[in-house]
């Protein structure tokens, strides 16, 4: 056999699959692959053991909003057991509250962003006179009924439209839980940044509008109702909290069968995205305008036949999230700014970080100190798996830090980069396609330049080498080169860290592929 020249990652399956230059594949294609092929795993193999070790939860509620009262005593020792975790890698008992990052999707004007300012309305984040001030400006842009929007679309080109852009990003508490909402937009043209809110996702709230009419568009003809789903599936969210919302229309007027009705149409379809109806899927009526069932049951008996927990409710008794807190430091970049010094945002996907540790930005491989860590709006010393923070830091200017960037604990090994990716994916595409590849909150234009070889789904058997192209449920393994030359992309196998190794492929229209990064070449 031939021999190809460089070596694959060491850490790469700790295996002995031998080494690859795929820039020489064309020559050795036909003499690697059948020894690459059996040492990757099967379609199958992921989708079971490795989506059950790696989903965001490990454990998943045992209860429906229905059945919550009963189980909640036993929830109650599982958040005390998580809360001894943390506090034992930190020596901290300040921080008690176990955090939950929740991300609101679902089609354009569902009423996202109503709920998510509701919600913080009725839990005391908003006081009544910021409500007022929201709702004269509202009244001013002649949308009164987005008062409570206003608290989650704070730009003025959000507020003169009454729609989302940016993923929107607050906070509020129950009595066990620090949640964090991401509220992305519903529009198709702002999926982009519904991915990045995707990304920190632990758990995805899916709101649809009951409104006749609104729901059929949104999930029926074409709306985002059917996009947002599979892309919270690809990004690993295992847990799924459907909203049937505006209950109160007067085309609803909080009808049960309407409410059942929409629940028995969106079930085949989130089984179909890898949703487990039982276990993984809670539905709630509610009204995010009238904030019934959002933290209370409404006072007047509208809907007597649902007699399950409210959203906050259900939120507080979710079990505690199986966090990587022993792993080595990883903060994806979400966002960045200055403010008397360079500050990064983005939730913690593994480890732990202190004031005055150094970190390496990769992929540029800058050394940095952390300074200063802000959890919401309190200064901390520490940091830890699962919390959306901020961080200053210093040493750095701000062109060395671009979308994709991940911040990584020098004590450890940082993540890794590639420039060519190997994959699994599924759709119909051919070498020379072009799309944009979403790892994270990071998107880059790529190009397809190789098919190297089918694989069965089933078996992870090579059954075609070099085929022409490939349609939808083929799965294969393909070599994907960045359109720009650059330091490449912040990026790990799955089966070692899931959160950089899903990725999402898309174009204009629409997702086309997602899928596993199986292995790199850095
Ligand atoms: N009747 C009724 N109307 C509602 C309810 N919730 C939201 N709305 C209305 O629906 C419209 C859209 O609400 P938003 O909260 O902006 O919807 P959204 O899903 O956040 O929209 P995007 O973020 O742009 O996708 C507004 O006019 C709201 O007043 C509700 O519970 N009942």
Same mark, same amino acid.
């Given at each position: ?13 700790? +295996? ?50 229905? %059945? ?85 679309? %704070? ?73 947002? %789903? ?141 300074? +200063? ?135 204009? +229209? ?13």
């Amino acid at each position: 056999m031939a021999q190809p020249p460089i070596h694959w990652n060491a850490n790469d399956e700790g +295996n002995s699959i031998p080494a690859v230059n795929f820039s020489d594949l064309n020559v050795y294609a036909k003499e690697l692959v059948p020894a690459i092929i059996p040492k990757l795993p099967s379609a199958e193999q992921i989708n079971t053991e490795m989506e059950q070790k790696y989903a965001r939860s490990t454990t998943a509620p045992t209860t429906t909003a229905e %059945t919550l009262n009963e189980t909640t005593k036993s929830n109650t020792s599982a958040v005390s057991k998580g809360k001894k975790a943390i506090a034992a890698v930190k020596g901290d008992t300040e921080r008690q509250k176990e955090p939950l990052n929740i991300l609101f999707c679902g089609h354009v004007d569902a009423g996202k962003s109503t709920i998510a300012g509701h919600l913080l309305f009725l839990t005391g984040q908003i006081d009544q006179r910021t409500l007022e001030k929201h709702q004269v400006e509202a009244r001013e842009n002649s949308r009164e009924s987005w008062m409570h929007a206003f608290a989650m679309d %704070t730009t003025k080109e959000e507020r003169a439209h009454g729609i989302t852009v940016e993923v929107g990003r607050a906070w509020f508490e129950t009595e066990r839980k620090h949640i964090v909402i991401l509220d992305a937009p519903g529009h198709r043209h702002f999926v982009p940044n519904m991915i990045v809110g995707a990304a920190q996702a632990d758990v995805a709230v899916l709101v649809v509008s009951a409104r006749r009419g609104e729901f059929e568009t949104g999930f029926e003809r074409g709306g985002q109702t059917r996009e947002h %789903t599979m892309l919270v599936k690809a990004a690993g969210v295992r847990h799924m909290i459907v909203l049937i919302n505006k209950m109160d229309d007067s085309t609803v007027n909080w009808d049960r069968d309407r409410y059942d009705e929409i629940k028995n149409k969106l079930i085949p379809y989130l089984k179909k995205c890898g949703f487990k109806s039982d276990e993984d899927i809670t539905f709630i009526p509610c009204s995010g305008m009238k904030g019934a069932f959002l933290k209370k049951a409404p006072e007047e008996q509208c809907a007597p036949w649902y007699t399950g927990s409210t959203f906050a409710e259900y939120l507080d008794s979710l079990p505690p999230f199986n966090r990587n807190i022993d792993g080595p430091f990883r903060m994806p970049i979400v966002e960045k700014y200055k403010d008397m010094g360079m500050i990064v945002m983005g939730k913690i996907e593994s480890g732990c970080c202190r004031v005055g540790d150094q970190c390496v930005i990769m992929p540029n491989r800058n050394r940095v100190k952390v300074t +200063n860590i802000y959890y919401e709006d309190m200064e901390t010393d520490f940091c830890i798996c699962g919390e959306n923070v901020r961080l200053k830091l210093a040493n750095i200017d701000e062109d060395k830090i671009s979308s994709g960037s991940v911040l990584c604990s020098t004590e450890s090994e940082p993540c890794h980069v590639g420039k060519i990716v190997v994959v699994e994916h599924k759709s119909f595409i051919s070498p020379g396609y072009s799309a944009v590849l979403h790892i994270y909150g990071a998107s880059f234009e790529v190009q397809l330049q190789k098919l190297i070889v089918l694989v069965d789904r089933k078996t992870g058997e090579r059954t075609q080498p070099n085929p022409r192209y490939i349609k939808q449920d083929h799965a294969a393994i393909a070599r994907f080169q960045l359109s720009q030359s650059g330091k490449g992309i912040c990026m790990e196998l799955f089966k070692n860290f899931a959160p950089l190794g899903r990725f999402t492929l898309r174009e204009e +229209n629409g997702t086309v592929a997602v899928g596993k990064i199986l292995a790199i070449v850095e």
